[in-house]
């Protein structure tokens, strides 16, 4: 993972992301990831990104088989060749 170093940073900028990780339970290091991925407008909740996911799916149309196979079944099938 990349490592990124802020230098001078603004007192009251500190001091309020402090306060916002504290309020977040979280380390200072992720609430400053927490607010850049905020300010880039990009997705951080790994659930809501899978939801985002599973929706593209199911408009793109695709067929998913009605009914699979017993899968324990398969593998007799296979161990009697």
Do not use: C, N
């Amino acid at each position: 993972m990349p490592f990124l170093q802020l230098r001078d940073i603004p007192d009251h900028l500190y001091l309020l992301l402090t306060e916002q990780a504290e309020k977040e339970r979280r380390s200072l290091a992720q609430q400053a990831v927490a607010v850049l991925a905020r300010g880039l407008e990009v997705e951080l909740d790994a659930k809501a990104r899978r939801q985002k996911v599973l929706r593209a799916i199911k408009e793109s149309g695709v067929v998913r088989p009605a009914r699979l196979k017993d899968t324990a079944k398969l593998i007799r099938e296979d161990r009697r060749r």
